[in-house]
Nanobody
């Protein structure tokens, strides 16, 4: 079955950068849309970024210009490069995989999820 394993989270200061990775297995990676979502304490899980199997990308407005999603189909891995991190970026970040052409910015578009990696931004 599909397995997604995130890595790269940690504790950083505001303004720092961090790169998350998500290694996928049990799937034909190149055919999947991949996404990153995050969930802060007491809040709903929210969309952050997605990259279609075609390579086109989507971002939530709050991270545009700061975050970059990319994929390496040869390595079955999707990345999220996060620059200029802010306190409000603190959350558990989840990797997701899906085949839907719709809902690319919505949880409904993704059927497989990783276990999450914690990102904490301090002042």
């Amino acid at each position: 079955q599909v397995q997604l394993v995130e890595s790269g989270g940690g504790l950083v200061q505001a303004g720092d950068s961090l790169r998350l990775s998500c290694a996928a297995s049990g799937m034909t990676f190149s055919r999947y849309n991949m996404g990153w979502f995050r969930q802060a304490p007491g809040k709903e899980r929210e969309f952050v970024a997605a990259i279609r199997w075609t390579g086109s990308t989507h971002y939530v407005d709050s991270v545009k210009g700061r975050f970059t999603i990319s994929r390496d189909d040869a390595k079955n891995t999707v990345y999220l490069l996060m620059n200029s991190l802010k306190l409000e970026d603190t959350a558990v970040y989840y990797c997701a995989a899906g085949l839907s052409s719709l809902y690319i910015t919505d949880k409904r578009g993704f059927g497989s999820w990783g276990q999450g990696t914690q990102v904490t931004v301090s002042s």
